[in-house]
């Protein structure tokens, strides 16, 4: 079993930056993939951003790069949101993957994602 607690949402104006946390704990495998995912109202849930700790690899989504990007402190997932847009509003999640996920794919999927958190909220607005 994996428990994932994501923290760090919140109201925040158009051009504002946040950061994410993602904290892992239980019993995970010694080298797994955090992915970051977010659902908008109405929309289905899109990847934004995942790290594969087998090499440290990471990907952000076509939608999100330059302004997102992910990164980890031991058991700490941390999404680093700049110049949010409205578009940006969303519950994001962390999930956790024990199957290696390519640093490349595109979109980012959801597949092996198999423990996931309750999300946070992130609202852009003015």
């Known amino acids: 079993q994996v428990q994932l607690v994501e923290s760090g949402g919140g109201l925040v104006q158009p051009g504002d930056s946040l950061t994410l946390s993602c904290a892992v704990s239980?019993?995970?495998?010694?080298?797994?993939?955090i992915g970051w995912f977010r659902q908008a109202p109405g929309k289905e849930r899109e990847g934004v951003a995942l790290?594969?700790?087998?090499?440290?690899s990471t990907d952000v989504d076509d939608a999100v790069k330059g302004r997102f990007s992910i990164t980890r402190d031991k058991d700490m997932f941390f999404l680093w949101a700049n110049n949010l847009t409205p578009e940006d509003t969303a519950v994001y999640f962390c999930?956790?993957?024990?199957?290696?996920?390519?640093?490349?794919?595109?979109?980012?999927?959801?597949?092996?994602?198999?423990?996931w958190g309750r999300g946070t909220q992130v609202t852009v607005s003015a």
């Open positions: 999930a956790y993957s024990e199957p290696y996920h390519l640093p490349t794919s595109q979109p980012i999927g959801d597949w092996g994602f198999t423990y």
């Open positions: 239980g019993s995970p495998v010694e080298y797994y993939t």
């Open positions: 790290i594969n700790l087998s090499d440290r």
